[in-house]
């Protein structure tokens, strides 16, 4: 069993950046793939941003050259830096882990609560 706590959220102005944390449990962190999710009101949650255990990453387009998957196996934790935030970037963001597997992140069914991050314009 996986537990995931996400947190760093919060409201910042357009352009500005935040840092995303997940503290996550169990003992085999550092031998899973890695994933940042985002759900906005009415839409379907959306892989934003993966990496594997190799530091293989993958980013959405929309996020590329702004958002940046890190990972402390030591800590158990990922990070997502966020910088240039735009107001469409405003979505509730889950940590994931996972698996690589054809080139594409497969999620395991573990989910915590998410962090609201908010941009205003």
């Known amino acids: 069993q996986v537990q995931l706590v996400e947190s760093g959220g919060g409201l910042v102005q357009a352009g500005g950046s935040l840092r995303l944390s997940c503290a996550a449990s169990?003992?085999?962190?550092?031998?899973?793939?890695i994933g940042w999710y985002r759900q906005a009101p009415g839409n379907q949650r959306e892989l934003v941003a993966s990496m594997g255990n190799a530091g293989r990453t993958n980013y959405v387009d929309s996020v590329k050259g702004r958002f940046t998957i890190s990972r402390d196996n030591a800590r158990n934790t990922m990070y997502l830096q966020m910088n240039n935030l735009k107001p469409e970037d405003t979505a509730v963001y889950y940590c994931?882990?996972?698996?690589?597997?054809?080139?594409?992140?497969?999620?395991?069914?573990?989910w915590g609560q998410g962090t609201q991050v908010t941009v205003s314009s």
């Open positions: 994931n882990v996972g698996q690589f597997a054809g080139g594409s992140y497969f999620p395991y069914n573990y």
């Open positions: 169990g003992s085999t962190f550092g031998t899973n793939a």
